[in-house]
């Protein structure tokens, strides 16, 4: 028996949604658990994330009679994610729709709080077995419960938020529910303020709960700054990992299981360019660099998706700054996307995946813009565009560029003009009467609830005749790859003849995605990695090593 200089019976490497719900299952079994975590912040993706969890018939929706069932849930994922390999096999699908249940149970039995986002439709909710109110989210957490680990935190956005809010702030100018939602969140803000408390909601609420969970209340150990470098074996058995920690080379066993949640590679530039065919612009956690997929690999592990990732569009970032995904910014009306001739290629409203997949089939390479009519700036809030200096940078480096008229936009963004001019003129048609007949912007419940309800007879299509005009930069963004580790359904890494590597798991996007290639609901990222997530631990519970 080889010696380690710690041992404990659960290791996660990865501190976002798949390694904390690995982490609380571990707790939950009473198994002593390390948590690891290659940067100096932990949260992974999932901080940085809107913090919704894509669950079909949760017990939120149980308890509200929202009428869903498993066998619902299972045939509107059949008829979105189909079959594209064994990540997307039909008993992964049932192991997550059947490990629902089991998270949020555990999750609010160690003091997580989860709140409905009930009018958050699924991403195609006119299929069969398509709903609305199927997403769960936590409510604003007090980060002061968790001490000093909040200094630590990975924090995109220190407020209160929820979904709701999100929605409803973008149109905080135009209409009387998203004033009123401000006027919510701010209360919300000062409220937390008058009572000592500091409020922190979306992927870094989510994240601080089920650490205070973990980290707190389960008094697991977190290692900072403590990249994997190495997955030990015993034959053909995982049985425990080396890391760098302070400069020095630590080994630490794992009696249960080794569980690798460390993310996918959106930040690996050149994997990325030679398995997707482009660098890409990820908007996620800077630690995500697919090490642990590599040495999963090196063990014997396969993978799939490896091609893909949650792709989406979003504003180039000047020097020195990220790119801002867009999520609800392109449903608005008054607003067009179109390529480097000045032509639509698909509905701006479509879920971010779709829309970064034709990005991707149109022009891999191309230049593509966000067009501005005076109404959408005027009336809608954009949250790529609040910091004054983020947005001097941009119109310096012409990723902002503003024009009096669209024939001296077209001019200065080098389009066909007249390809731009018949574009406009025929979504301005569309506008007047209701209908896209190209594309479809608006038909979708999807596409409606980010739209602005008192534009109609559409309210995602406004006209484009309202000058000074705005154009974008637009690149290919994503939330993170989703190709990794191919697994079973209790998280199991699996080796190219289907069988069980011992004492190695994943989950998150390390691992690959049961959604396939496509994006079924909001969450679908992080309801995986926690059903997943505590699923590997429930089953580390009932193996030794």
């Not at 609010?108 to 769960?136: S, W």
């Not at 409020?199 to 205070?212: E, K, S």
């Not at 209340?217 to 470098?229: D, H, I, N």
């Not at 580790?485 to 798991?505: K, Q």
């Amino acid at each position: 028996m080889r010696s380690f200089d710690h041992t404990y019976d659960v290791v996660v490497v990865g501190t976002g949604g798949a390694g904390l719900t690995t982490a609380l299952g571990a707790v939950d079994e009473g198994l002593s658990v390390l948590l690891l975590e290659s940067t100096d912040r932990w949260g992974g993706n999932t901080a940085m994330s809107g913090g919704g969890m894509w669950l079909p018939n949760n017990p939120l929706m149980q308890r509200a009679s929202a009428g869903d069932s498993r066998e619902e849930a299972l045939e509107y994922m059949e008829a979105t994610i189909g079959d594209v390999g064994r990540a997307t096999a039909r008993e992964r699908k049932e192991a997550y729709v059947d490990g629902v249940d089991d998270f949020v149970l555990t999750a609010e039995k160690h003091g997580v709080v989860f709140a409905r986002a009930t009018d958050y439709p699924d991403y195609y909710p006119e299929l069969p077995g398509g709903k609305i109110g199927r997403a769960i989210e936590p409510k604003p957490f007090d980060v002061r419960k968790i001490g000093d680990l909040a200094k630590s935190l990975r924090i995109l956005m220190p407020l209160p938020m929820m979904t709701d809010d999100v929605w409803q702030i973008v149109r905080a100018w135009s209409t009387l529910d998203g004033f009123g939602r401000g006027a919510r969140v701010v209360f919300r803000v000062l409220g937390g303020v008058v009572t000592g408390k500091k409020l922190t909601g979306i992927g870094a609420g989510l994240t601080a709960r089920l650490g205070h969970a973990v980290l707190v209340g389960g008094k697991a150990p977190l290692w900072l700054e403590s990249p994997l470098e190495e997955l030990i074996l015993e034959g053909d058995r995982v049985v425990g990992v080396q890391v760098r920690k302070d400069g020095r080379a630590v080994t630490i066993g794992a009696n249960r299981g080794v569980m690798l949640a460390a993310g996918g590679f959106d930040q690996n530039k050149a994997k990325r360019l030679e398995l997707q065919g482009i660098e890409g612009s990820p908007s996620g956690s800077p630690g995500a660099l697919g090490v642990p997929i590599d040495l999963a690999q090196q063990a014997g592990a396969a993978v799939e998706l490896m091609e893909d990732a949650w792709w989406g569009a979003s504003i180039a970032g000047p020097e020195g700054s990220g790119p801002s995904f867009l999520v609800g910014e392109r449903s608005l009306p008054y607003s067009l996307i179109v390529d480097a001739r000045g032509a639509r290629f698909a509905n701006e409203a479509e879920s971010y995946v779709d829309l970064g997949h034709h990005m991707l089939e149109h022009d891999k390479e191309g230049d593509y813009r966000f067009i501005l009519d005076a109404r959408h700036r005027h009336r809608y809030l954009r949250s790529f565009a609040l910091d004054p200096r983020l947005t001097k940078a941009m119109r310096s480096e012409g990723i902002e560029v503003k024009a009096d008229t669209l024939e001296e936009l077209a001019e200065k963004l080098d389009l066909d003009k007249a390809t731009f001019r018949a574009t406009v003129e025929r979504l301005n048609g569309f506008a007047r009467t209701g209908r896209d007949q190209d594309f479809g912007k608006g038909d979708s419940a999807y596409d409606r609830y980010y739209g602005d309800p008192t534009v109609r007879p559409n309210p995602c299509l406004g006209t484009i005749e309202k000058g000074p005009f705005v154009a974008y930069k637009i690149v290919i963004g994503d939330l993170g790859t989703k190709g990794g580790v191919v697994t079973d359904a209790d998280s199991r890494a699996l080796r190219h003849d289907g069988s069980v590597i011992e004492g190695l798991y994943s989950a998150g996007n390390n691992s690959a995605s049961v959604m396939g290639h496509t994006y079924p609901g909001p969450g679908s990222t992080i309801g995986p990695a926690a059903v997943f997530g505590l699923r590997a631990a429930r089953h580390m519970a009932r193996t030794r090593g």
